[in-house]
């Protein structure tokens, strides 16, 4: 079956502009998570949002981050007024609740 | 609050070698336990996890893991590696009952020579 798509697979934005990153998650999945790999910092959490719960958003790094999950299904997050330091390859996973996150293929984000 | 040591940044092997990677976490719950590999420019891919029952893991492309709790290990070992296993490997930590949230480690670059 199809696993968890992300899109753009590549974002190249100048600083200060806003960003929108999509996730979807594998069908029938009801968790899903973002996580920020970049080279200072390695594999960060990010936000878990858990069917109609509130979304746990305590690795969020600023307020200019946030994210939605609509309908239960798709992802976006948005990266407003971006920082040449929010520059990374951002990954969302999906799972059944508690167990396995299976992920994506990320999208690299590039701050000019 | 949990956290992830992989003690090895990189490490080079010969091709048939056998392999160990080295993984220790830190925790006051009990956790779960994955390895995720993640070959370049790629997402992460389960290898393997630990839930519960025996402590000897086996995963996909022949590895195999073994956790230990009085020293907090979960090192990640292979008896005989291929070029194709060259890739970085994470180790992660979830706690039980707890936030959904993986804790991962560093990652260690594993380069295999012909």
């Known amino acids: 079956g199809a696993g968890v798509s992300q899109s753009p697979s590549n974002k190249v934005t100048e600083k200060g502009k806003d960003v929108e990153l999509r996730c979807d998650p594998i069908?029938?999945?009801?968790?899903l998570y973002w996580y920020r790999q970049s080279l200072g910092q390695g594999l960060e959490f990010l936000i878990y949002?858990?069917?109609?719960?509130?979304?746990?958003k305590s690795g969020l790094p600023s307020d200019r981050f946030s994210a939605e999950r609509t309908g239960g299904s798709v992802s976006t997050l948005t990266i407003q007024r971006t920082q040449q330091e929010d520059s990374a390859v951002y990954l969302c996973a999906s799972s059944v609740v508690t167990d396995t996150q299976y992920f994506g293929p990320g999208t690299r984000l590039t701050v000019l | 609050a949990q956290s992830v040591t992989q003690l090895d940044s990189q490490v080079p092997v010969f091709e048939e070698a056998p392999v160990e990677l080295r993984c220790n976490y830190s925790?006051?719950?009990?956790?779960?336990l994955f390895w995720y590999v993640q070959y370049p420019n790629q997402g992460l891919q389960l290898l393997l996890k630990?839930?519960?029952?025996?402590?000897l893991v086996k995963g996909i492309n022949g590895f195999e893991a073994e956790f230990n709790k009085s020293q907090t290990s979960f090192h990640l070992r292979k008896p005989s590696v291929h070029i194709s296993d060259t890739a970085e490997y994470f180790c992660?930590?979830?706690?039980?009952?707890?936030?959904?949230?993986?804790?991962f480690g560093k990652g260690t670059k594993l380069t295999v020579n012909p």
């Open positions: 925790s006051s719950v009990s956790v779960y």
């Open positions: 992660a930590v979830k706690t039980q009952g707890g936030s959904e949230k993986l804790v």
């Open positions: 069908s029938g999945h009801t968790a």
């Open positions: 949002f858990q069917g109609n719960s509130a979304p746990d």
């Open positions: 630990y839930l519960s029952g025996s402590t």
